[in-house]
Nanobody
Framework: QVQLVESGGGLVQAGASLRLSCATS????????MGWFRQSPGKEREFVAT????????SYADSVKGRFTISRDNAKNTAYLQMHSLKPEDTAVYYC?????????????WGQGTQVTVSS
């Protein structure tokens, strides 16, 4: 059974930092592209960042570029999202996701999400 479990969310003030983790099990982690997405109330889920299987290539939404960093530790089967200079508009539920086919738009597995709330 594949599981993706996010952790590290919380309530912080604007300008603070948080590090989200996505611990996986039940899959060969190094075979999967990992992504982070977020969803705010009343909005559609949006892409945040993605990282290649080897960790060599990353991509970010313009809204987080320069503030967020995605990384992975294939030995620990875990992906991370380091977030700096948080803004109130970063408030959302953050989800990690995994996909086997790097060329596909669709992700195969999703976590349950972790809430990030940034106060002004």
């Amino acid at each position: 059974q594949v599981q993706l479990v996010e952790s590290g969310g919380g309530l912080v003030q604007a300008g603070a930092s948080l590090r989200l983790s996505c611990a996986t099990s039940g899959l060969t982690f190094s075979w999967y592209v990992m992504g982070w997405f977020r969803q705010s109330p009343g909005k559609e889920r949006e892409f945040v960042a993605t990282i290649a299987k080897s960790g060599g290539t990353t991509s970010y939404a313009d809204s987080v570029k320069g503030r967020f960093t995605i990384s992975r530790d294939n030995a620990k089967n875990t992906a991370y999202l380091q977030m700096h200079s948080l803004k109130p508009e970063d408030t959302a539920v953050y989800y990690c996701a995994a996909k086997l086919n790097g060329g596909s738009r669709d992700y195969d597995y999703w976590g349950q999400g972790t809430q990030v709330t940034v106060s002004s």
